[in-house]
């Protein structure tokens, strides 16, 4: 077996000329994909090899000899050059198709439960019972609102935080610095909120905006998304995310950009590819303006803080049209609650998931991050403002079981595994099994990581279910979270297993070996 820890190589440029440089085995470089894919090997002649890198299918000659046998066996020496990698380019056009249909289906999707959840027959499946005009739309005070929200937001943001972490290393061996001020945004809101309503601030009128200010959010997501891709036409390589680069389609520009360690000047910026592809994925890892990050602030800030405060306005509207809060509302705006102040107390673990470490910021995320959480996941309280059901005792408390079962779970996992990434000696996860890997960090496979090999997914599905549940099962409707929930996970775990793979190679196999299940035990 081939363990690869250091690379030398030498690329030849088309025209002949060469650069040499080092690259160490943690980076996804086209030779240590080929020595991973086990479709070369030490002592290999020169020869033309194809590999998978990412969704790059690629041909490339290489040569990979033993450097220094007796002292390093794990050490390689390589010389290569790209033949060709047209197949890129191919791949991305096929998929902008589909990318084109999700910048259409996915506002449709959310525009299409906001208006079924208020509908009488409240079905998931067929078409709404009416489609709004421009005028039910559109409205310049829901454009101020979203506006000022954002705006406090931003605000919130500013203040001083009470701690200030730094992210994981970058290509240019670099790590930007994050406020962690989350929760303490969620608690100032909660308090500003709280003075507006005292002050006759009509919270409950809320429900009545959704609309607008749906429309308000997908038009302003459009917008944000357009900047950021134009602004992410100027950043250097060093900058751009793994994917949301279709221009990244020449050899020598994949070149360039998994060998990292070679400056070729004239490549430095890469060129322009299918724009809808890239708006759509987002071409710039981290977007910033001075010190403050537009992805990371999306990601836990308006769009989750928004959609507890969209659930409390129905609860406050509930109550207006009947009295009291019905159990069942009451249950949906704890739990979710529960959820998104977990989140901002362990603001700090989103620096280590794929969201911020391998996906461009683009309209995929800032549309999800401003308006497909905050509008389709208060889904349950939508439809429990418009559809009450009745809800038992007994039935509330086996529902809250569920609920503190998925949490337990959820937390479990990702506390354990933060704890393990922060400091593999912490008496709390220092008598976990774990498996070596060539990068020099271990892989867990006792304790949560044990069980099954996503189990924070698996947390969270659960308290999907819980969620969904007091909305009872007369309709399906309440359950869209849920399923899309479901699928969303399924495709997250596949593509993290993908960059697994390509992180720890034969290390990864091994562990999913031991741990033959990926979310639930011994059906998936
Ligand atoms: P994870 O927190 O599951 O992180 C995956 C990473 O964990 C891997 O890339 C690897 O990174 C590390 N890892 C995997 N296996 C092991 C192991 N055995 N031992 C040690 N490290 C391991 O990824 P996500 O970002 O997808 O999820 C974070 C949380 O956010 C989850 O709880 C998820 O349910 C939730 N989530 C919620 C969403 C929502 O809309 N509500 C959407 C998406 C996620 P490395 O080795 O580099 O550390």
């Not at 969620?186 to 429900?207: E, F, M, Y």
């Not at 937390?411 to 008496?427: I, V």
């Amino acid at each position: 077996m081939v363990r690869a820890r250091r690379l030398l190589g030498i690329w030849r440029q088309k025209d002949g000329g060469c650069a040499g440089g080092r690259m160490s085995a943690g980076k996804d470089g086209p030779v240590l994909a080929a020595v991973q894919q086990g479709v070369c090997g030490v002592g290999d002649s020169w020869k033309s090899r194809r590999i998978v890198l990412g969704r790059t299918k690629m041909e490339i000659k290489v040569g990979v000899w033993r450097r220094e046998p007796a002292k390093q066996a794990g050490d390689l020496r390589c010389l290569w050059t790209w033949e060709s990698s047209g197949e890129r380019s191919r791949d991305t056009v096929a998929l902008s198709p589909g990318v084109t249909a999700m910048l259409v289906l996915l506002p449709a999707t959310m525009f299409h439960l906001l208006l079924v959840a208020r509908s009488g027959p409240a079905r998931l499946l067929g078409p709404p019972t009416y489609l709004p005009g421009l005028e039910e739309l559109w409205s310049p005070q829901a454009l101020l609102l979203l506006f000022i929200w954002l705006a406090l937001q931003v605000a919130l943001y500013l203040l001083p935080a009470r701690k200030v972490a730094e992210g994981l290393e970058l290509k240019d061996k670099s790590r930007l610095r994050y406020p962690i001020n989350g929760f303490q945004a969620l608690v100032l809101t909660a308090l500003l909120v709280g003075l507006g309503v005292s002050a006759g601030l009509p919270l409950g009128a809320l429900p009545e905006m959704l609309l607008p200010l749906a429309f308000a959010t997908t038009l302003t997501s459009f917008i944000f998304s357009l900047l950021l891709y134009m602004k992410a036409l100027a950043a250097p390589v060093s900058a751009l995310a793994p994917g949301g680069n279709s221009g990244e389609k020449g050899p020598n520009e994949v070149g360039v950009r998994h060998m990292g360690c070679l400056t070729v000047p004239s490549l430095s910026v890469i060129p322009p590819g299918n724009c809808i592809y890239d708006f759509f994925l987002g071409r710039e890892l981290n977007p910033r303006l001075g010190s403050f990050d537009f992805k990371y602030f999306c990601e836990l800030r308006p769009g989750l803080i928004g959609w507890v405060f969209i659930n409390l306005a129905l609860l406050i509207q509930e109550a207006e049209l009947r009295g009291s809060p019905s159990l069942a509302m009451w249950l949906v705006n704890a739990f979710q609650l529960l959820y998104v102040g977990d989140a901002l107390w362990y603001e700090e673990s989103v620096l280590t998931t794929m969201d911020i470490i391998h996906d461009g910021f683009g309209f995929m995320l800032a549309f999800g991050d401003l308006a497909w959480v905050p509008f389709t996941y208060s889904l349950q309280a939508q439809f429990l403002l418009y559809h009450p059901q009745p809800l038992g005792l007994p039935m509330a408390l086996l529902i809250c079981l569920i609920k503190v079962i998925g949490y337990y779970i959820f937390r479990g996992a990702n506390s354990q595994k933060n704890t393990f990434r922060k400091n593999p000696s912490d008496p709390s996860v220092a008598g976990l099994e774990t498996i070596p890997t060539a990068t020099g960090r271990q892989l867990l496979v006792s304790g949560w990581w044990g069980m099954v090999r996503h189990p924070n997914y698996l947390g969270d599905l659960i308290m999907a279910l819980a969620w969904s549940l007091p909305c009872g099962v007369s309709h399906l409707l309440p359950y869209f979270y849920l399923l899309y929930f479901t699928a969303l996970l399924v495709h997250r775990e596949a593509r993290d297993e993908q960059q697994c793979l390509r992180k720890y190679g034969r290390a990864w196999q091994e562990y999913c070996k031991r741990v033959p299940y990926r979310i639930i035990p011994y059906v998936y």
